[in-house]
């Protein structure tokens, strides 16, 4: 069976630290990959997603980036956080063609200081 | 952008049904529509998903108007476990997806 990973569960940084988040599938591969946040009370805000090892697409201009090192790897990275990167991160992933369910990690609360 | 359009929250007694409705009037041919719910401090778990014809399975049924212009999700009998945000979205065959901003569902003991 399929299983997602995310680390760590909780994070406490303060403004200007770097942040290096990472996600991980086990039990399928060439999957779509997914980054989210949510910001307390907020509904999901799609950050970034992958169809492919290197092929990762934007969809918010801001100072985090991600990369997708491996086929069931993904990454999600700052230089110099902003309070306002304060948030629950998700990472999901899709078999494809990505309109088959999508499976959610347990999420990463990040609090900027 | 979200292309679904939801009320911001609904109530309803336990183990009572619960019809939650979804808006999605610009749906192209080729669209899913997927539920998802979330409860609080977790990430959104998947409920069902159709296409054209009404589907069943054992959380849920989802039935889709014959136009697909909207859909409602039914809970058969609802419990105070079922409290959560239930999200309605399109997913396309290759779309990022995009979530919106959901039903808060609140249940009455």
């Known amino acids: 069976s399929q299983t997602i990973h995310q680390w760590p569960a909780t994070l406490v940084q303060p403004v200007g630290s770097p942040l290096s988040l990472e996600c991980t599938v086990e039990g399928t591969s060439n999957p779509n990959l997914y980054w989210y946040r949510q910001a307390a009370g907020r509904g999901l805000q799609l950050l970034f997603y992958s169809i492919g090892i290197d092929q990762i697409s934007s969809e918010v201009p801001q100072n985090l980036s991600a990369s997708r090192p491996q086929d069931r790897q993904f990454i999600l990275s700052s230089k110099k956080l902003l309070l306002s990167d304060s948030g629950f991160y998700l990472c999901?992933?899709?078999?494809?063609?990505?309109?088959?369910?999508?499976?959610f990690g347990p999420g990463t609360r990040l609090t900027v200081l | 952008d979200a292309k679904t359009t939801q009320p911001n929250s609904m109530e309803s007694n336990e183990e009572e049904p619960v019809h939650l409705p979804c808006n999605h009037s610009?749906?192209?041919?080729?669209?899913?529509i997927h539920w998802y719910r979330q409860l609080p401090s977790q990430g959104p778990e998947y409920v069902i998903h159709g296409l054209t014809s009404n589907v069943n399975n054992r959380m849920a049924s989802l039935a889709i108007a014959e136009d697909r212009k909207s859909s409602t999700l039914i809970l058969h009998r609802a419990t105070l476990r079922d409290a959560a945000v239930y999200y309605c979205i399109l997913r396309d065959r290759d779309d990022k997806i995009i979530f919106g901003k959901g039903t808060r569902l609140h249940i009455l003991p």
């Open positions: 610009t749906i192209s041919g080729t669209d899913y």
């Open positions: 999901a992933w899709t078999r494809r063609p990505s309109y088959n369910e999508q499976f």
